[in-house]
């Protein structure tokens, strides 16, 4: 099952480079005090990060970067 079509709203490396574009543009504006992220899966809420993307890393540099 592909990792935006599971039950759990997990955190996924795929997300990263979104979130990460979504918090520099929200950095860049001097009006805004936070930011809220929600989800339009019903019933839900982020479980936390997708611990399946740590078995399939094959080094300890690989595990390393995805925890950065």
Avoid: Y
């Avoid at 490396?13 to 929600?38: M, T």
């Amino acid at each position: 099952m592909t990792w935006w079509a599971r039950k759990l709203n997990t955190l996924h490396a795929a997300f990263a480079q979104q979130l990460a574009a979504v918090i520099d543009e929200a950095q860049r504006d001097p009006q805004l005090a936070g930011l809220v992220l929600i989800s339009g899966k019903p019933d839900n809420f982020i479980a936390g990060a997708d611990i399946g993307m740590i078995a399939d890393c094959r080094s300890a540099q690989e595990a390393g970067s995805l925890a950065r």
